[in-house]
């Protein structure tokens, strides 16, 4: 057993505090107000060959796994500077298109976006099917057409679909065999590659109340056109392909809690410090540093769940049971790091000067989204623990 990371993966883990030299907390939180995708920061990132971790060298990439893509995430959130775009874009649309994509398809798409002049997103929520993704009714069906333009038609809508402002492409997971005609609840998924500029595609920004860059949008299909060459995999046999984002996302998310949850910590450590309130530092009261040192304790161990379910997936070793635990472990740890960091700031943790309230919506968020501490848990009592299914 080794845990320490080569120098390959500290330089990763590093980037973001060089990142952070041109493009601070501050500067994050003023796009967040804007809810402005940082463009110039995509690209930068994209020229320093951080976007295509996942990607083979061949088409763009780094060649690299998933235990460098959460470095890189981490040592970004470590500064609290965490790129939803990150998640959803390079982790989870690109890393599946090198793995399952065919050769047109990986010649096309994954240099363009390694360099982030391209921009992606996936969409799988729906407003009615929720948590239970089976239940999905976004519909492409055959047109009759020959193989080409329009041998599909795509109608529905998705929601919450992160970054689709301004992507210009998704995967959208739609299903090719209703779920009441398909063998099985798990058959008749199909993943398409939609431009998002195409006749047919609408797109309409939600108002959410978390302070990020990212915004979510609804997507609506209607009449899309697509073809035989926009399908990743098979047609009906999606959800295999589909089940391989799973880890990767939750690993990936993971990676950001426990740096945002470092970065909370980090600061009310300087604060509490520096602040004296009767005579001492508030540090040295131990109703502050207690809870300090369980919130360091949480976000380390989470740390180091989130380095296993990388290393398993990595390794292709069984990865569910340890990105469940990480993704749930580490949202539990960050909120507290967080709710222990607005405790110690006490009134300046809610002024945009200091901006440490900011971070308690979007961690809050992460115990829901995108899939929620309920089904995390589902999953270690039924499959790990071998407990009745209750739903
Ligand atoms: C900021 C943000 C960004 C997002 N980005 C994306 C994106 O880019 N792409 C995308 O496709 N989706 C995205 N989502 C959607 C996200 O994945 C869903 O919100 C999430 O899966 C939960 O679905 P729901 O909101 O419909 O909740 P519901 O399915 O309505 O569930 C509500 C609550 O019910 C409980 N629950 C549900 N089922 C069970 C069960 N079986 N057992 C116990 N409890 C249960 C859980 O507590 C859950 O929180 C995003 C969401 C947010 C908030």
Not at 237 to 256: C, H, Q, V, W, Y
Request: proline residues 4%; hydrophobic residues 40%; aromatic residues 10%.
């Amino acid at each position: 057993m080794d845990f320490d990371l080569t120098d390959a993966q500290r330089m990763i883990l590093d980037y973001g505090g060089k990142l952070a030299q041109t493009f601070d907390r501050k500067q994050w939180m003023d796009y967040s107000h804007r809810h402005e995708f940082p463009r110039h920061v995509w690209e930068q990132m994209g020229d320093d060959g951080f976007l295509g971790m996942m990607v083979p060298e061949a088409y763009g990439g780094a060649g690299l796994g998933m235990l460098e893509m959460s470095l890189l995430m981490e040592g970004m959130s470590d500064h609290g500077i965490p790129l939803q775009h990150l998640i959803v874009g390079p982790t989870m649309c690109l890393s599946h298109i090198a793995r399952h994509g065919s050769e047109e398809q990986k010649q096309r798409y994954l240099a363009p976006a390694c360099s982030g002049r391209e921009v992606w997103c996936f969409a799988i929520t729906e407003p009615t099917a929720g948590t239970n993704s089976m239940k999905i009714t976004t519909l492409a069906k055959r047109s009759g057409r020959p193989s080409g333009a329009g041998t599909f038609r795509l109608n529905g809508q998705k929601v919450f679909i992160t970054g689709s402002d301004v992507a210009d492409y998704a995967i959208v997971v739609a299903r090719t065999t209703a779920f009441q005609d398909a063998a099985s609840k798990s058959d008749g998924f199909t993943l398409f590659i939609v431009d998002l500029n195409a006749p047919g595609v609408t797109r309409r920004p939600m108002d959410m109340s978390i302070l990020i860059p990212e915004r979510q949008c609804e997507l609506f299909f209607v009449d899309v056109e697509l073809s035989e060459a926009d399908i990743i995999g098979e047609v009906d046999k999606g959800f295999s392909i589909l089940f391989d984002t799973l880890n990767p996302e939750r690993i990936i998310i993971a990676a950001m809690l426990v740096g945002l949850g470092r970065y909370a910590i980090k600061r009310a450590v300087a604060y509490a410090n520096e602040r004296q309130v009767f005579d001492a530092p508030i540090g040295s009261y131990q109703g502050l540093q207690h809870p300090l040192a369980e919130a360091k304790t949480e976000i380390e161990v989470a740390t180091l769940m989130t380095y296993k379910a990388a290393w398993a997936f990595d390794h292709d070793r069984p990865a569910a049971e340890y990105s469940n635990m990480a993704k749930y472990y580490a949202a539990e740890a960050a909120i507290h790091a967080v709710d222990t960091a607005v405790q110690c700031f006490g009134g300046n943790a809610y002024t945009r000067e200091y901006g440490i309230f900011d971070l308690y919506p979007f961690v809050r968020m992460l115990r829901t989204a995108p899939l929620n501490r309920e089904m995390l848990l589902n999953y270690i009592g039924e499959k790990v623990l071998g407990l009745p299914r209750s739903y």
